[in-house]
Nanobody, 121 residues
């Protein structure tokens, strides 16, 4: 069974940094795009950053220049380096991955359990 496990969230002061990790495991044949999304209380889930299997990246305008997404394909892991954090970055951050599983013809989308990031002023 495919599973995404996130780590690295926590409490940090404004201007500080955190690095999130998300490792995929299970009956994986191939992972296509991966990404990070976030959801603040009472808000919809918004895309933060995405990365293709070849390493092409896209960022939300609100985090561009401050966040960096990367991946290690050998470890089935995606990272989000967050620098110059602001209170408005406070949210639950979710990992997402498009994965082809064993015995499946097409890719499916999977979500991590979410990790809380809180930025204090």
């Amino acid at each position: 069974q495919v599973q995404l496990v996130e780590s690295g969230g926590g409490l940090v002061q404004a201007g500080g940094s955190l690095k999130l990790s998300c490792a995929a495991s299970g009956n994986i044949v191939r992972i296509n795009a991966m990404g990070w999304y976030r959801q603040a209380p009472g808000k919809q889930r918004d895309v933060v950053a995405t990365i293709t299997s070849r390493g092409s990246t896209n960022y939300a305008d609100t985090v561009k220049g401050r966040f960096t997404i990367s991946r290690d394909n050998a470890k089935n892991t995606v990272y989000l380096q967050m620098d110059s954090l602001k209170p408005e970055d406070t949210a639950v951050y979710y990992c997402n991955a498009e994965i082809v599983g064993r015995g499946v013809y097409y890719a499916r989308y999977y979500w991590g359990q979410g990790t809380q990031v809180t930025v204090s002023s």
